[in-house]
C-alpha cells in the first residue's frame, strides 16, 4: 500500500512539473504576431471614434411634458418650459424641436427609477407626461 502510494506521489510531482515547464517562457526568446487587416478597418475605427466625440451626452432618461405642432406651437412650448422651470426650479427643462413638433423635456435621469420619482412628483401639474429614453447631459464635476 505503501509502495502504490509512493509511486502516485512521484508520478503526480513529476506532471506537475513537466506541466509547470512547459508554462514557462523561454526568457531571451522574443515573439512577434503579426496582423494582416484591411486597411478599412482602421478607417472605420477612426470614423467609430470621430462620432462617439461629437456625442455631447450619455444614454439615459427624460420625461417629455409636452408636444405640439402647428401655428404658435414654438410660443406655446415656451410658456410650458418657463412655467416648470418656474415650479421645478432644481430640474433641468430643455425645448427641442424636431420637424414638425416642439418639445418640451425635462430632467438628465441616469435611470428609468429616477425619472420615474420625478414623474410622479409633477403628475398632478402635467398629467400627460410620460418618460422617454433620451441623450441626457452629464452631470457637472463642480
Known amino acids: 500500500m505503501k509502495r502504490k502510494f509512493k509511486c ?5 510531482f513529476f506532471l506537475l512539473l513537466c506541466c509547470y515547464g512547459k508554462g514557462q517562457g523561454t526568457g531571451s526568446m522574443e515573439q512577434k504576431i503579426e496582423i494582416n487587416q484591411d486597411s478599412r478597418i482602421d478607417q472605420l475605427v477612426a470614423k467609430h471614434v470621430l462620432i462617439n466625440q461629437q456625442i455631447k451626452g450619455t444614454d439615459g432618461y427624460r420625461i417629455q411634458i409636452y408636444s405640439d405642432s402647428g401655428n404658435n406651437s414654438k410660443a406655446r412650448a415656451q410658456a410650458v418650459l418657463d412655467e ?6 432644481t430640474v433641468g427643462a430643455y425645448l427641442t424641436f424636431k420637424s414638425p413638433n416642439y418639445k418640451v423635456r425635462v430632467g438628465d435621469f441616469r435611470t428609468w427609477l429616477d425619472a420615474q420619482r420625478i414623474l ?23
Not at 502516485?8 to 503526480?12: E, Q
Open 84 to 89: 416648470f422651470i418656474a415650479k421645478y426650479p
Open 8 to 12: 502516485g506521489f512521484f508520478l503526480f
Open 120 to 142: 410622479i412628483e409633477i403628475t398632478s401639474d402635467y398629467q400627460n407626461a410620460f418618460i422617454i429614453a433620451d441623450i441626457i447631459n452629464l452631470p457637472s464635476t463642480n
